[in-house]
Nanobody, 121 residues
Framework: QVQLVESGGGLVQAGGSLRVSCAAS????????MGWFRQAPGKERDFVAA????????IYADSVKGRFTLSRDNAKNTVYLQMNSLKLEDSAVYYC??????????????WGQGTQVTVSS
């Protein structure tokens, strides 16, 4: 069992930066790939980024590639999503998830409660 808690969301101006974190409980954290998804009001929960359990591979949605960076620290049971050059359309609730590496939502077995990111003009 893995429990996930996101933090670091908030309000930021367009063009600014924000880092959201996801802290995991449980000794099996390092066995899981970690992903971030986001959901805007009235929209589906979409893939943002994922990192392999060993931290050596990452994938990103085209919409965030080159602006977002995902990393993990297995010693601290934490993943970090650094978001730069934020756009209005990045506003959403961001969810952390643990599971199998990939872009598919159903591959992730454990989910956090989400953290709100709002980008203002």
């Amino acid at each position: 069992q893995v429990q996930l808690v996101e933090s670091g969301g908030g309000l930021v101006q367009a063009g600014g930066s924000l880092r959201v974190s996801c802290a995991a409980s449980g000794r099996t954290f390092s066995r899981y790939a970690m992903g971030w998804f986001r959901q805007a009001p009235g929209k589906e929960r979409d893939f943002v980024a994922a990192i392999h359990w060993n931290g050596l591979a990452t994938i990103y949605a085209d919409s965030v590639k080159g602006r977002f960076t995902l990393s993990r620290d297995n010693a601290k049971n934490t993943v970090y999503l650094q978001m730069n050059s934020l756009k209005l359309e990045d506003s959403a609730v961001y969810y952390c998830a643990a599971g199998d590496y990939g872009r598919i939502r159903s591959a992730y077995h454990y989910w956090g409660q989400g953290t709100q990111v709002t980008v203002s003009s």
